[in-house]
């Protein structure tokens, strides 16, 4: 049972334009959610995250929202960078789980300059 | 400062053979996770450590897994009789106090089961 999907495995968007990951959830326990980046032989760093009591959160040039009663979030990076190509994993938690986090199967950014 | 780290980077074993996975967590952080990665799919909840409490096992995908946790920092996970399915990366992670919070990776151990 996959709780945390992201249906898109990929993604190409030409630099300085934006990029739109999407995130869809079905356990409704989940109260805090972040996006990791992941390079090829490295491991995933953090980028943002967010709370359920919020719909918004921004950092720079990524922001995510989040969709309560459609169980979706997504992130969103503008300007889009070459140095961005990466996986990006979206992950969520509960408060009442030890904050060990369920991750989606990733999306494969890639920005052409 | 140091981050997460892991050793080995690499590791080709032969089925049927015990492998051991060590992970170093940053400094003053109580708790750590381990999570591994198969080809081509996210990353999958092993176990967790917070403080002296008892380990989240929940994850563990049989009995051959094992991990411990010794003096709150350094953890080793243990795969015995390795199976090719076990092929994965294995990702270790720690946070400060295993709350909702941001977790730190490390670059992760690449296990070749042949």
């Known amino acids: 049972d996959q709780q945390v999907k992201q249906n898109s495995p990929s993604l190409s968007v030409q630099e300085g334009r934006i990029s739109i990951l999407n995130c869809d959830y079905t356990?409704?326990?989940?109260?805090?959610f972040l996006w990791y980046k992941k390079y090829p032989a490295e491991g995933p760093t953090f980028l943002i995250s967010?709370?359920?009591?919020?719909d918004k959160n921004e950092d720079g040039r990524f922001t995510v929202f989040l969709n309560k009663s459609a169980k979706h979030l997504s992130l969103h990076i503008v300007p889009s960078q070459p140095g961005d190509s990466a996986v990006y994993f979206c992950?969520?938690?509960?408060?009442?789980?030890?904050?060990?986090?369920?991750f989606g199967q990733g999306t494969t950014l890639q920005v052409k300059p | 400062g140091a981050g997460v780290s892991q050793s080995p980077s690499n590791k080709v074993t032969e089925k049927g053979k015990d492998v051991e996975l060590r992970c170093d967590p940053i400094?003053?952080?109580?708790?750590l996770y381990w999570y591994r990665q198969s080809l081509g799919q996210g990353l999958e909840f092993l176990i967790y450590?917070?403080?002296?409490?008892?380990?989240?096992k929940s994850g563990l995908p049989s009995d051959r897994f094992s991990a411990e946790r010794t003096g709150g920092s350094v953890s080793t996970l243990t795969i015995q009789r390795t199976q090719q399915e076990d092929s994965a990366v294995y990702l270790c992670?720690?946070?400060?106090?295993?709350?909702?919070?941001?977790?730190?990776f490390g670059p992760g151990t690449r296990l070749l089961v042949l």
């Open positions: 400094s003053g952080h109580t708790a």
């Open positions: 992670a720690s946070s400060l106090s295993g709350l909702q919070e941001t977790q730190y």
């Open positions: 967010i709370s359920s009591i919020k």
């Open positions: 450590f917070q403080g002296n409490s008892a380990p989240d």
């Open positions: 356990n409704s326990m989940f109260d805090y």
């Open positions: 992950a969520a938690s509960t408060s009442s789980n030890t904050g060990k986090l369920i």
